[in-house]
């Protein structure tokens, strides 16, 4: 079982949509979750941190975690173009480790 | 203007050579990371370096080769016991290395193997 996983997608949705990004996770000692985005070709950069439970808001984005099923989600209200990327989610477990999920493909059409 | 870079973007390799990546960083960080991209797998950890002139092997460190001479670079060898080198590779520097710190990645260099 892998630590940190996600559905590859691809996920298309029309914009205005709202897009909702799932993780689960097997075992996360320290409770401290990431959501990065990856455009094509570039390297990730941090969307979003969140510590164990309850919902984070930082503008049209939402993180959410559910400690009692292990998921982690992330929301993103009227999506736009711009928001087509990877969604990668990360699972910081201690030390020097960060395990990342393999990223849910998103398309917003205009 | 700080940040991360990485060069070169693109990178070709014939079988059997070794060939270096390049990671540079601005920000003061002291760790420095090396991953790996593969489709449909999540990012691995390669190396990863503390402080100068010390550094530790991650998940997949066969094959590679890391040094840190300098606080801001961390160059990649991908040596001809790599098997499989063809990927995308990001270098990735945070401030400390320990604790939840946010890691902050470079554009990254695709390698391909003819």
């Known amino acids: 079982q892998k630590e940190v996983e996600q559905d590859p997608g691809p996920l298309s949705v029309p914009e205005g949509a709202i897009v909702s990004l799932n993780c689960t996770y097997s075992?996360?000692?320290?409770?401290?979750f990431m959501w990065y985005r990856q455009y094509s070709r570039k390297g990730p950069e941090l969307l979003m941190y969140?510590?164990?439970?309850g919902n984070k808001e930082d503008g049209r984005f939402t993180a959410q975690v559910d400690k009692s099923s292990k998921y982690i989600s992330l929301f993103i209200r009227d999506s736009q173009p711009s928001d087509s990327a990877t969604y990668l989610c990360?699972?910081?477990?201690?030390?020097?480790?960060?395990?990342f999920g393999a990223g849910t493909r998103l398309f917003v059409k205009a | 203007d700080g940040g991360i870079t990485q060069s070169p973007k693109y990178l070709f390799r014939k079988e059997g050579q070794n060939v270096t990546l390049s990671c540079e960083q601005n920000?003061?960080?002291?760790?420095m990371y090396w991953y790996r991209q593969d489709p449909g797998q999540g990012l691995r950890l390669i190396y990863y370096?503390?402080?100068?002139?010390?550094?530790q092997k991650g998940d997949i460190a066969e094959g590679y080769s890391v040094s840190r001479e300098k606080k801001e670079s961390f160059p990649l060898t991908v040596t001809s016991a790599q098997k499989n080198p063809t990927a995308f590779y990001l270098c990735?520097?945070?401030?400390?290395?320990?604790?939840?710190?946010?890691?902050?990645f470079g554009p990254g260099t695709r390698l391909t193997v003819l």
């Open positions: 990735a520097s945070s401030i400390r290395g320990q604790g939840a710190d946010t890691q902050y």
């Open positions: 075992n996360s000692a320290f409770q401290y």
């Open positions: 969140t510590y164990s439970s």
């Open positions: 990360a699972d910081y477990t201690g030390g020097f480790k960060t395990i």
């Open positions: 920000l003061n960080h002291d760790a």
């Open positions: 370096s503390q402080i100068v002139n010390d550094f």
